[in-house]
Antibody, heavy 121, light 107 residues
Framework: EVQLVQSGAEVRKPGSAVKISCKVS????????IHWVRQAPGIGLEWMGL????????LYAEHFQDRLTLTADTSTDTAYMEMSSLTSDDTAVYFC??????????????WGRGTLVTVSS | DIQLTQSPSFLSASVGDRVTITCRAS??????LAWYHQKPGKAPKLLIY???TLQSGVPSRFSGSGSGTEFTLTISSLQPEDFATYYC?????????FGQGTKVDIK
């Protein structure tokens, strides 16, 4: 069974950073990209970027280019999302997700349950 | 970036109704479009990929069509578990983008 298990909720102050984990099981970690998508309260879905666990290559949405770091640890089959310089606009649920062979390898067929990040002074 | 515009944004319907949601892309994306639905507090769930291919395990009352810039998701007979918010997503290019969502409510 494929599972993406995310770390728990976080509370941060403005200007600080947060790092969320996403532990994968049920498939070979290095076979598929891990994407991150966020959803602000009452708002839609926003794609943030992806990491290729096989070689560590990343691709970021321009909106997050300067303060987002996506990494993957193949020794623990865990992907990480780290974002710095947080503001209240970053208060959102953050999802890790992946696109595997059940689709055309582009659409997100497996998702984590989401991690709520609250940014408040 | 490719913009996706869904219509309507809100839809009230009854169990058994036929429901259609439209997604328009700001430029041609061939058939590289997916549909998801999402219930409160849950992750999105993939329904349709490649514009018209039903994801494994998804009921056949869901169908998708379209190509280029205009796409539709149809639910042939709305069931109680279908009340949710629906999103389209383009997977033609990066950055991946989503429509703003269509909330399907109980009439």
């Amino acid at each position: 069974e494929v599972q993406l298990v995310q770390s728990g909720a976080e509370v941060r102050k403005p200007g600080s950073a947060v790092k969320i984990s996403c532990k994968v099981s049920g498939f070979t970690f290095t076979d598929y990209y891990i994407h991150w998508v966020r959803q602000a309260p009452g708002i839609g879905l926003e794609w943030m970027g992806l990491v290729d666990p096989d070689d560590g290559e990343t691709l970021y949405a321009e909106h997050f280019q300067d303060r987002l770091t996506l990494t993957a640890d193949t020794s623990t089959d865990t992907a990480y999302m780290e974002m710095s310089s947080l503001t209240s606009d970053d208060t959102a649920v953050y999802f890790c997700t992946t696109a595997t062979v059940t689709t055309s390898l582009r659409e997100f067929d497996y998702w984590g349950r989401g991690t709520l990040v609250t940014v408040s002074s | 970036d490719i913009q996706l515009t869904q219509s309507p944004s809100f839809l009230s319907a009854s169990v058994g109704d036929r429901v259609t949601i439209t997604c328009r892309a700001s430029q041609g994306i061939r058939n590289n479009l997916a549909w998801y639905h999402q219930k409160p507090g849950k992750a999105p769930k993939l329904l349709i990929y490649a514009a018209s291919t039903l994801q494994s395990g998804v009921p056949s009352r869901f169908s998708g069509s379209g190509s280029g810039t205009e796409f539709t998701l149809t639910i042939s007979s709305l069931q109680p578990e279908d009340f949710a918010t629906y999103y389209c997503q383009q997977v033609n290019s990066f950055p991946r983008t989503f429509g703003q969502g269509t909330k399907v409510d109980i009439k």
